[in-house]
């Protein structure tokens, strides 16, 4: 998954919109997008829309970005949209492995009711909303088969800490958020899972989430969210390995072939090594991913 957009969950409008927008996967949010009021017909029309999502041919991987464990909510929305079979629920406010192991047996209880297969719903957990989470950053590898993606949130954690701002006056994070950055790639690595990049909360200024997007593919990042359909075609452009990146991965590979018991080889003028061959293997599965190998 490249790009993942959100979708306001108690709009029909804006799933239609988004359906078009060609990103990888959707997001529909029964969380922060919703008002209390408005959570029983988001629901609804959440599960109408995964629906009609089923129904079409070509169609984007479903998310639902379901309420906290916490909240008090989070049962109705299982109960409402697992009969539907998105492909995965988002769990916002996530404390560790320990809270994707709890949703995993719900989701496990609702799958046994719908007559659907054991693990067909994943999980995409958001793992820096909170201080705490920070310090169980290492729980997420071996927590659940279901996991699919792992991403992580800015807006909420600077929230909890009572920060006046996430970011420098040039864009950048500060040092706290940074830092929240380089531990959700490392979680996900750490469980071979997919890390997805945050927000770029200002949807207009396409010259920053270029270089946002671009930062974050070079540190490892298959992916990044959305809030708005204008961001995708960036994201999908940045996250789709060069045609030149493809034709280098595939020399490094095939370099090792022809050489099976070299430990170091050179190409082109650069020593290359064990690393390079999983970071070419990881860059062709990325590229096969997005249809462009």
Not at 5 to 29: M, N, Q, T, W, Y
Not at 74 to 96: C, N, W
């Amino acid at each position: 998954m490249r790009s993942l957009l959100f979708v306001p969950g108690d709009s029909e409008k804006k799933f239609a919109k988004a359906l078009a927008s060609r990103a990888d996967a959707l997001i529909l949010d029964l969380e922060d997008s919703v008002a209390a009021s408005a959570k029983e017909g988001a629901r609804k029309i959440v599960r109408a829309a995964i629906e009609e999502a089923r129904r079409k041919k070509s169609r984007p991987l479903i998310y639902v970005r379901v309420n906290p464990l916490e909240s008090g909510l989070l049962e109705a929305d299982l109960d409402t949209v697992i009969p539907a079979r998105p492909h995965g629920v988002m769990l916002p406010k996530s404390r560790g492995g320990s809270d994707v192991m709890q949703l995993s047996t719900k989701l496990a209880v609702r799958e046994a009711e719908c007559d659907l297969p054991d693990g067909e719903v994943s999980i995409l957990p958001i793992a820096t909303e909170s201080a705490s989470a920070l310090f169980n950053m290492g729980s997420y590898a071996g927590a659940s088969r279901r996991l699919s993606a792992l991403t992580w949130g800015a807006e909420d954690l600077s929230a909890d800490v009572g920060a006046s701002t996430n970011r420098l006056d040039d864009g950048a994070y500060t040092d706290p958020y940074r830092l929240a950055r380089a531990l959700a790639l490392f979680a996900a690595t750490s469980a071979e899972i997919a890390p997805i990049d945050t927000v770029f909360v200002n949807f207009r200024d396409k010259a920053g989430l270029e270089a946002e997007c671009a930062a974050a593919r070079r540190d490892g990042f298959t992916g990044k969210l959305a809030i708005h359909p204008d961001q995708v075609a960036i994201i999908n452009a940045a996250f789709t390995p060069s045609p030149e990146a493809i034709a280098r991965a595939r020399a490094i590979l095939d370099a090792f072939v022809a050489n099976p018991d070299a430990g170091v080889l050179g190409l082109n003028g650069e020593m290359i090594d064990r690393p390079h061959i999983r970071r070419a293997e990881r860059l062709l599965e990325a590229a096969k991913a997005a249809g462009v190998d």
